[in-house]
């Protein structure tokens, strides 16, 4: 690896809109990643413009144009939120055509969740909105089995701890309930893996379908499952103004 002007792996990839840096480090543990021919490994650095950086067997490269691109995708279940699945699981990006560019997904969704999605080649942006101080809310439709009672919407209304760690108060409310189940709006402050899920079992809930409507400001509005839309300059502009 070339020493003079080298810089670290997940910062090549971040530049280049191919990985986010968690994504990044993800690929480098798993030997995904090599540089002139051999695996590398956290921490390591490269010169984009000299040594050869590999991702399972594809050349990454600085993208030909400087500017960005910004896509918000209505997801649907059943597909992974990742660039590449050595599964063979459906990725979120099959549903993004080429001419798009190179983008990725900023935070996840699991594979039997659905809804808004951001993805993007601006890496920057990307590492500032899935930092867990960052405090653009998001917004979930969470249908549960049976009646929610109010001791258990308090609960998830309080900092409950989530594998270890005490979560920031989730705004609850029901906003809508039949014999067949609850509906339940949740808002996030905070990502954590598969939080609505967990939360919802440590007060003896189910959840059937999960469905995330907006992104701060980014909503989905009428964009049908599995379609997806450049954002608009004001949406940008409010993504890269938040804090």
Not at 25 to 52: H, Q
Not at 146 to 172: C, F, H, K, N, W
Not at 181 to 194: A, I, S
Not at 195 to 205: D, E, H, S
Request: net charge positive; aromatic share 4%.
């Amino acid at each position: 690896m070339n020493a003079d002007n080298s810089i670290r792996l997940q910062k090549i990839f971040t530049d280049c809109g191919v990985l986010s840096r968690r994504a990044a480090e993800a690929a480098i543990l798993a030997g995904e990643v090599t540089v002139n021919g051999r695996v590398a490994s956290l921490g390591d650095k490269a010169d984009p413009e000299v040594d050869t950086i590999l991702y399972n067997g594809t050349p990454v490269r600085r993208p030909a144009e400087q500017g960005h691109t910004y896509i918000l995708l209505n997801k649907p279940r059943g597909y992974v939120t990742t660039v590449h699945d050595p599964q063979g699981r459906k990725c979120v990006l099959d549903l993004i055509p080429p001419e798009c560019g190179r983008v990725y997904p900023v935070g996840r969704l699991d594979m039997i969740s659905e809804g808004a999605l951001l993805l993007t080649n601006d890496g920057d942006l990307a590492n500032r909105l899935t930092h867990p101080g960052h405090e653009i809310p998001k917004v979930y439709r969470v249908k549960v089995g049976g009646a929610v009672s109010e001791e258990q919407l308090a609960l998830l209304r309080s900092p409950l701890e989530i594998d270890g760690y005490r979560i920031r108060p989730v705004e609850t409310e029901v906003t809508d309930a039949t014999e067949n189940g609850t509906v339940l709006k949740m808002t996030l402050f905070e990502g954590r893996n598969r939080q609505i899920r967990k939360m919802c079992a440590a007060v003896g809930l189910t959840v059937r379908r999960l469905n995330r409507v907006s992104i701060g400001k980014l909503r989905l509005n009428n964009l049908p499952v599995g379609k997806w839309r450049y954002l608009e300059e004001s949406e940008i502009s409010y993504l890269k103004k938040s804090r």
